[in-house]
């Protein structure tokens, strides 16, 4: 296989709303670069993107896969992405190597909320768009209505570079008013004859031309003024000007084509290859430091690790995007988060899972090495001489939470170690094991996400898990000043136990003055400040800890042992065994014996001296809320608005967008589980969410009273 120059090499990314075709679309460029020498299809597992088990069973991709096609002398790099927000983690990946999005829709639907909520990461990530109205072999295909509902719903303006001629179960002709040729397909394997454009068709191809060389000029002074001068623009004037509006997300040039009979896929590549930016006109890396790296093949190597896999029989493979210099079968190159050599033993080019061994690959190619050892996503790789770190992808937050156990306890361990390898393939996949809930958590993007890796543990590891309702981390906290004090004594032959604390508790806020006087029950308590302690605790808040014992009542020496105690009890609060947070605690009296008190004695005369006052001051219970967008078609509104609502949800704003309602509200955690599943039903799979941490706040009293005789029965049992 030829070595490529950056020069020679497009990354494309494959994306849009599941259903539209991209896998199929992703083997017939595969096909026409003769990578294979005949297509299949997802009705006979067969193809180069979806090769895993678990795609075989679901019928849709459900991993990215990496692919390329050799044409007209280039290189394309192809990702083809999932199509389902469950799996957005691949997008994001795809996007931080690829150059540009290749937008596919459905020719049945046109533009849906798969494609809302992928041309959306495409804005965020500031990357270009093509698009593609795929399936016009379908029955139902209509180029127009999915034009306007494109035209519609886009926020990078749309023009149409092709149009068919016989859309429906019939189509194989479509006209190009780049070209102003009509092109007809023989057969089902991209074999077109190059026609003139019919009399009667004459008319609108004219017309979108004069729209396409519009759109052209619009995005160049120089263009502009050379179409004011002659009236119209030359195929290499349009391409240029294109070139400019593709690269500032200013256009997106609109394609027809039928990836299952490989119609338009030819036309497609040969328009990525002459105006689609690529790895020397897209922008650089930046790196953590600020600067950029660009794709210069005679500067030092810098590699991004941008997907992990592991294979049996192999290990682990990383695919890299060299994003500067060249990278070569043998060489050592530094990993810059953990300082490691890693030498890359052999390199290939990546064909789904056929991998073509290569000897080199130059900046902006991709590929994969093997066997590294402790490199994994989101790691650069860079020549020990000039070592730099790139920035890394920022995955979006977790959406779905649950716990997780294995059903025979004798496979918890081994159930641990494969979910870090799933951690390690998907970064989207959070696993810690709750020192607080005493719960291992596993968090996704959506409960197909999670049931999708149950299911392939099921069948690669052989081993059931069961995931279930996740407890809340509530966090227990007081609204006013209460006293308390305990005597802890205990007599039984020789050295006793003795130790008496008298404390007062009070709500902690930010700023709040120095204490002096408290007159708590009638009596009238001061304070002389002896000694001030402040944590910030890591579940969140503050304590306060105050010494203000006089006189000797109780030695200095036992005052770390008070605190301790009143710690272990704000660890496990007296309400739920949750969190305590927020609380001054000032220590004002006391009694001690001189041979009885020890620090055993007054860590518990503290704790319960804690618990008693805790339970006087007011307690509440606070629960964490999250910020919950949704983006849903406006039919589904209401039936979203009225759900949320039963949730407990503060409804924060609504706006409309382009046929899709964005609804934003403050729900509490305890309310979000199976949330996703519940949106999905109630809007047919048309609406998404993202949701993230806000605040803590106090829950209402009826769910509190709910959840103390909880406690109080699971106390008793």
Request: aromatic share 8%.
């Given at each position: 296989m030829?070595n490529?120059?950056?020069?020679?090499?497009?990354?494309?990314?494959?994306?849009?709303?599941?259903?539209?075709?991209?896998?199929?679309?992703?083997?017939?460029?595969?096909?026409?670069?003769?990578?294979?020498?005949?297509?299949?299809?997802?009705?006979?597992?067969?193809t180069?993107?979806?090769?895993?088990?678990?795609?075989?069973?679901?019928?849709?991709?459900?991993?990215?896969?990496?692919?390329?096609t050799?044409?007209?002398?280039?290189?394309?790099?192809?990702?083809?992405?999932?199509?389902?927000?469950d799996?957005?983690?691949n997008?994001?990946?795809?996007?931080?190597?690829?150059?540009?999005?290749?937008?596919?829709?459905?020719?049945?639907?046109?533009?849906?909320?798969?494609?809302?909520?992928?041309?959306?990461?495409?804005?965020?990530?500031?990357?270009?768009l093509?698009?593609?109205?795929?399936?016009?072999?379908?029955?139902?295909?209509?180029?127009?209505?999915?034009?306007?509902?494109?035209?519609?719903?886009?926020?990078?303006?749309?023009?149409?570079?092709?149009y068919?001629?016989?859309?429906?179960?019939?189509f194989?002709?479509?006209?190009?008013?780049?070209?102003?040729?009509?092109?007809?397909?023989?057969?089902e394997?991209?074999?077109?004859?190059?026609?003139?454009?019919?009399?009667?068709?004459?008319?609108?191809?004219?017309?979108?031309?004069?729209?396409?060389?519009?759109?052209?000029?619009?995005?160049?002074?120089?263009?502009?003024?050379?179409?004011?001068?002659?009236?119209?623009?030359?195929?290499?004037?349009?391409r240029?000007g294109?070139?400019?509006?593709?690269?500032?997300?200013?256009?997106?040039?609109?394609?027809?084509?039928?990836?299952?009979?490989?119609?338009?896929?030819?036309?497609?590549?040969?328009?990525?290859i002459?105006?689609?930016?690529?790895?020397?006109?897209?922008?650089?890396?930046?790196?953590?430091?600020?600067?950029?790296?660009?794709?210069?093949?005679?500067?030092?190597?810098?590699?991004?690790?941008?997907?992990?896999?592991?294979?049996?029989?192999?290990?682990?493979?990383?695919?890299?995007?060299?994003?500067?210099?060249?990278?070569?079968?043998?060489?050592?190159?530094?990993?810059?988060?953990?300082?490691?050599?890693?030498?890359?033993?052999?390199?290939?080019?990546?064909?789904?899972?056929?991998?073509?061994?290569?000897?080199?690959l130059?900046?902006?190619?991709?590929?994969?090495?093997?066997?590294l050892?402790?490199?994994?996503?989101n790691?650069?790789?860079?020549?020990?001489?000039?070592?730099?770190?790139?920035?890394?992808?920022?995955?979006?937050?977790?959406?779905?939470?649950?716990?997780?156990?294995?059903?025979?306890?004798?496979?918890?361990?081994?159930?641990?170690?494969?979910?870090?390898?799933?951690?390690?393939?998907?970064?989207?996949?959070?696993?810690a094991?709750?020192?607080?809930?005493?719960?291992?958590?596993?968090?996704?993007?959506?409960?197909?996400?999670?049931?999708?890796?149950?299911?392939?543990?099921?069948?690669?590891?052989k081993?059931?898990?069961?995931?279930?309702?996740?407890?809340?981390?509530?966090?227990?906290?007081?609204?006013?000043?209460?006293?308390?004090?305990?005597?802890?004594?205990?007599?039984?032959?020789?050295?006793?136990?003795?130790?008496?604390?008298?404390?007062?508790?009070?709500?902690?806020?930010?700023?709040?003055?120095?204490?002096t006087?408290?007159?708590?029950?009638?009596?009238?308590?001061?304070?002389?400040?002896?000694?001030?302690?402040?944590?910030?605790?890591?579940?969140?808040?503050?304590?306060?800890?105050?010494?203000?014992?006089v006189?000797?009542?109780?030695?200095?020496?036992?005052?770390?042992?008070?605190?301790?105690?009143i710690?272990?009890?704000?660890?496990?609060?007296?309400?739920?065994?949750?969190y305590?947070?927020?609380?001054?605690?000032?220590?004002?009296?006391?009694?001690?014996?001189?041979?009885?008190?020890?620090?055993?004695?007054?860590?518990?005369?503290?704790?319960?001296?804690?618990?008693?006052?805790?339970?006087?001051?007011?307690?509440?219970?606070?629960?964490?809320i999250y910020?919950?967008?949704?983006?849903?078609?406006?039919?589904?509104?209401?039936?979203?608005?009225?759900?949320?609502?039963?949730?407990?949800?503060?409804?924060m704003?609504?706006?409309?967008?382009?046929?899709?309602d964005?609804?934003?509200?403050?729900?509490?955690?305890?309310?979000?589980?199976?949330?996703s599943?519940?949106?999905?039903?109630?809007?047919?799979?048309?609406?998404?969410?993202?949701?993230?941490?806000?605040?803590?706040?106090q829950?209402?009293?009826?769910?509190?009273?709910?959840?103390?005789?909880?406690?109080t029965?699971?106390?008793?049992?």
């Amino acid at each position: 296989m030829k070595n490529y120059s950056a020069r020679e090499i497009k990354n494309i990314v494959l994306v849009g709303a599941p259903g539209s075709g991209k896998t199929t679309l992703a083997e017939a460029m595969a096909f026409e670069g003769k990578v294979i020498d005949r297509r299949g299809s997802i009705e006979n597992n067969n193809t180069l993107s979806d090769n895993t088990d678990i795609e075989h069973e679901y019928k849709r991709s459900i991993y990215s896969t990496i692919l390329f096609t050799e044409f007209m002398d280039r290189k394309l790099n192809i990702i083809d992405c999932p199509g389902s927000d469950d799996f957005c983690g691949n997008l994001f990946s795809a996007f931080k190597v690829g150059d540009v999005g290749i937008m596919v829709f459905n020719a049945n639907v046109g533009w849906e909320v798969g494609s809302e909520i992928q041309s959306r990461y495409a804005r965020i990530l500031n990357k270009p768009l093509i698009g593609v109205i795929n399936q016009l072999d379908g029955d139902k295909a209509n180029f127009e209505n999915a034009y306007e509902s494109i035209k519609a719903a886009s926020q990078v303006k749309p023009v149409i570079v092709q149009y068919p001629v016989n859309q429906g179960a019939g189509f194989n002709s479509f006209i190009d008013v780049l070209m102003m040729k009509m092109y007809r397909f023989k057969d089902e394997n991209g074999t077109r004859e190059e026609l003139e454009i019919p009399a009667e068709e004459m008319d609108k191809a004219q017309a979108l031309n004069q729209e396409l060389v519009e759109a052209a000029a619009e995005h160049d002074d120089a263009l502009m003024e050379l179409y004011f001068d002659k009236g119209t623009l030359t195929q290499d004037d349009i391409r240029s000007g294109l070139k400019l509006g593709v690269a500032r997300r200013a256009v997106m040039p609109i394609f027809c084509t039928s990836g299952k009979r490989d119609v338009g896929t030819k036309r497609l590549m040969e328009f990525i290859i002459n105006v689609a930016p690529g790895p020397m006109t897209a922008p650089a890396f930046p790196a953590a430091d600020g600067s950029e790296v660009a794709a210069n093949v005679d500067e030092p190597a810098v590699a991004f690790v941008f997907k992990s896999q592991l294979e049996q029989h192999i290990g682990e493979i990383s695919y890299i995007r060299v994003v500067r210099g060249k990278v070569t079968e043998g060489m050592e190159l530094v990993n810059s988060r953990t300082g490691n050599k890693e030498k890359l033993s052999q390199l290939f080019a990546v064909a789904g899972k056929n991998r073509i061994k290569v000897t080199e690959l130059s900046a902006g190619d991709i590929g994969c090495t093997v066997k590294l050892k402790g490199t994994r996503t989101n790691d650069t790789l860079a020549a020990p001489s000039a070592p730099v770190t790139l920035e890394p992808i920022v995955f979006p937050e977790p959406r779905y939470r649950a716990a997780v156990k294995a059903k025979e306890q004798k496979e918890e361990e081994r159930l641990g170690k494969i979910l870090n390898d799933a951690k390690f393939e998907d970064p989207t996949i959070l696993v810690a094991y709750s020192k607080e809930l005493k719960q291992t958590i596993i968090q996704g993007q959506g409960e197909h996400h999670l049931n999708i890796l149950k299911a392939r543990i099921a069948n690669e590891n052989k081993l059931d898990l069961e995931y279930f309702a996740p407890k809340i981390p509530y966090r227990e906290t007081i609204t006013k000043v209460a006293q308390a004090d305990y005597r802890h004594k205990k007599q039984s032959g020789g050295a006793g136990q003795f130790g008496e604390v008298h404390i007062v508790i009070e709500p902690y806020y930010e700023g709040m003055p120095e204490p002096t006087k408290y007159k708590v029950n009638g009596k009238e308590i001061t304070v002389n400040i002896k000694g001030k302690e402040e944590y910030d605790l890591e579940w969140g808040g503050k304590l306060q800890f105050y010494n203000s014992i006089v006189g000797g009542a109780i030695d200095a020496r036992f005052m770390p042992a008070i605190l301790k105690g009143i710690m272990e009890k704000m660890d496990e609060g007296p309400l739920t065994g949750s969190y305590a947070r927020d609380i001054r605690v000032v220590v004002y009296d006391g009694k001690m014996h001189p041979v009885d008190s020890n620090e055993i004695s007054f860590k518990l005369a503290a704790r319960n001296a804690f618990k008693e006052a805790f339970r006087n001051a007011g307690p509440k219970i606070m629960e964490p809320i999250y910020n919950v967008e949704v983006l849903t078609p406006s039919d589904y509104m209401g039936p979203v608005m009225s759900d949320l609502q039963n949730r407990r949800a503060m409804i924060m704003g609504m706006d409309h967008d382009k046929g899709f309602d964005r609804l934003n509200a403050r729900v509490p955690l305890a309310e979000l589980y199976r949330y996703s599943t519940t949106l999905s039903s109630l809007t047919s799979g048309a609406a998404t969410y993202t949701m993230q941490f806000a605040s803590y706040e106090q829950v209402p009293s009826d769910v509190q009273d709910k959840l103390l005789k909880a406690y109080t029965d699971t106390d008793e049992e």
